[in-house]
């Protein structure tokens, strides 16, 4: 069974426009995402995709493989979309191009479910909020799950309700950015239009529950930071000079 990541990337950014090019100690950030992705052994392939002919240069620069898609794509799955129905793939990994920190371990776990149960079509990393600062983030989309590892929904607002203490130490989760899709479910994705609660949280997966799909959570237990702003950028820079993944590549 053939597995591909592809990396959706773009330098429009209303909060940090250029950031695939920003530098991570002497790499840019989408470098950073190829070349951990690429250590995942179970990929057959991993791909760029992007509008930009500065993310083309930087990633060929480096002998990495990338593809040119349409600037017009109003969310990141829609563009990973339309890549892979331009290569042969049975399942389709899509990475976030601002996640310097992706563990490639994580991928096997996203995946696993696809490859044992054939009536899963949709998986997606979550992780615990540890920092409590991000529960009320706006950048930070959160996730709740039922009890069988199904999300019941995406939002950036705080969720479940802050509005009475509660104790349990992993009761906030947030959705990581990086999913997986059998490519006939992909297609679904990309049949369905634009839904009502998508367009309202800015949440593409959204799409999928409002049209009553199933999407498994995995959870990842390493941090990973997605970046959103320059302040992403330092954290993720501090964060980077103690992760054992980076000297396996740098």
Do not use: W
């Not at 990973?224 to 396996?248: R, Y």
Request: hydrophobic letters at 40%.
């Amino acid at each position: 069974m053939s597995i591909v990541a592809i990396i959706p990337a773009r330098m429009a950014s209303s909060r940090f426009p250029g950031k695939p090019l920003a530098t991570i100690l002497g790499l840019s950030m989408i470098e950073h995402v190829r070349r951990r992705v690429a250590l995942c052994e179970i990929l057959d392939d991993v791909i760029v995709a992007t509008c930009d002919k500065d993310i083309l240069n930087e990633v060929e620069g480096f002998g990495g493989k990338v593809m040119m898609s349409s600037d017009a794509h109003e969310t990141c799955i829609d563009r990973v979309g339309e890549i892979a129905m331009k290569i042969q793939a049975d399942i389709i990994i899509n990475i976030q191009g601002d996640m310097p920190l992706v563990d490639p371990n994580s991928l096997k776990e996203l995946v696993k479910p696809l490859l044992q149960d054939k009536k899963i079509n949709y998986t997606d990393l979550m992780t615990p909020i540890i920092d409590n600062k991000d529960i009320n983030d706006l950048n930070v989309v959160k996730v709740v799950s039922s009890l069988s590892g199904n999300a019941l929904y995406y939002t950036r607002e705080a969720i479940p309700s802050v509005f009475k203490k509660n104790n349990h130490r992993e009761i906030y989760f947030k959705q990581l950015g990086i999913n997986a899709f059998r490519k006939k479910s992909l297609i679904k994705f990309l049949s369905l239009k634009r839904s009502p609660l998508e367009k309202t949280e800015s949440i593409d997966m959204l799409r999928l529950l409002e049209n009553d799909l199933n999407v498994k959570m995995i959870r990842a237990n390493l941090p990973s930071v997605g970046v959103d702003t320059k302040e992403d950028l330092e954290i993720a820079t501090k964060l980077m000079k103690q992760d054992a993944t980076f000297f396996k590549y740098r």
